[in-house]
């Protein structure tokens, strides 16, 4: 899974230079993606896409943490009924899915988590924020590429991104 970095630029010509630093370091324009207020005011920056501009990643994983929320409980249930009425050797099979969906609640809180709805206020005062997907062993490169040569940038947080959901 790739690690989606955010970075505010304060207006479309500062986003442009480190969108050309950026594929100076080989970072695709395929992996940047430019949002604004007014996608009129990005000219030339690489555009998200609409999945991207509706935050589509922050509906996945809240879907996603409800479903094994929900199977948490279910199987927790199924449990306690089993255990009261002495059916102990079924017991295993929702002790096992409990268990399981715990470990994987506590993977998913992990995970990086910035979404667009942070930068909110940001972009309705003019500035512009490009998302990098980008490796995970190239995060810190990319955040001290933007943070030494573009001091205006403010670096926004770290996501995940999957280009297999195009979110």
């Not at 909110?120 to 943070?147: C, F, K, T, W, Y």
């Amino acid at each position: 899974m790739n690690r989606r970095l955010y970075f505010l630029a304060p207006d479309a010509e500062h986003a442009r230079r480190i969108v050309k630093d950026l594929e100076s370091t080989g970072i695709s324009d395929k992996d940047i993606h430019a949002v604004s207020r007014n996608s009129a005011s990005l000219g030339d920056l690489p555009p998200a896409t609409r999945a991207q501009e509706k935050d589509m990643g922050l509906h996945l994983e809240r879907g996603l943490w409800n479903l094994n929320l929900a199977v948490f409980a279910i199987s927790i249930t199924l449990l306690a009924t089993l255990l009261i009425k002495g059916l102990t050797g079924w017991a295993i099979i929702p002790l096992a899915i409990a268990i399981s969906t715990f470990v994987v609640g506590l993977l998913f809180t992990r995970v990086p988590n910035a979404h667009l709805n942070e930068f909110r206020d940001a972009l309705h005062h003019g500035e512009i924020l490009l998302m990098i997907d980008s490796p995970r062993n190239r995060v810190s490169e990319i955040e001290d590429l933007v943070q030494h040569r573009h001091p205006g940038a403010v670096v926004g947080g770290v996501g995940w991104c999957s280009k297999t959901l195009h979110v």
